[in-house]
């Protein structure tokens, strides 16, 4: 099974990806925002 899942990020652009391991990918994403420098446009 594959998941597909749409986010808007805070420039309110919206991203979009696919996965077969839903948590991984939202893990990686919330580990992306936490590395981000506080200016950047991440979720």
Known sequence: ???VY???CNDN???TGWT???????NAIIV???LST???DYL
Do not use: G, H, Q, W
């Not at 077969?20 to 939202?26: A, E, P």
């Open 6 to 8: 749409i986010l808007r």
């Open 38 to 40: 506080p200016d950047a």
């Open 13 to 15: 652009t919206l991203y």
């Open 20 to 26: 077969t391991d839903l948590n991984k990918s939202l």
């Open 32 to 34: 992306v925002k936490e």
């Open 1 to 3: 099974m594959f998941f």
